[in-house]
């Protein structure tokens, strides 16, 4: 079963920028599209960034040209560079694959606040 840990989530002033990291089990990673997803108090979870296995990417309309990410396969490790953070992106950010394994990780909180 694969495992996800994610990191990097903190409390961010609008306008900053975050790294969030996950690093996945598994010896099949570099086959493996991953995907960031999000959780807001009372919402339901969205795809946020989604990095296939031959590195296409694609991101949610709310998030497109500001995040990005990216996967380091010796790793087993995806990224999120999320820059220029705004109200609306606080939530628990979640890694997985694409469609998503029944089993998560915790996730990281992010807060944007001024």
């Known amino acids: 079963q694969v495992q996800f840990v994610e990191s990097g989530g903190g409390l961010m002033q609008p306008g900053g920028s975050l790294r969030l990291s996950c690093e996945a089990s598994?010896?099949?990673?570099?086959?493996?599209?991953m995907a960031w997803y999000r959780q807001a108090p009372g919402k339901q979870r969205q795809m946020v960034a989604v990095?296939?296995?031959?590195?296409?990417?694609n991101y949610a309309n709310s998030v497109k040209g500001r995040f990005t990410i990216s996967r380091d396969n010796a790793k087993n490790t995806v990224y999120l560079q999320m820059n220029s953070l705004r109200p609306e992106d606080s939530a628990a950010y979640y890694c997985?694959?694409?469609?998503?394994?029944?089993?998560w990780g915790s996730g990281t909180l992010v807060t944007v606040s001024s």
């Open positions: 997985n694959t694409f469609p998503p394994r029944d089993s």
């Open positions: 598994g010896s099949d990673f570099n086959t493996y599209n």
């Open positions: 990095d296939n296995w031959s590195n296409v990417k």
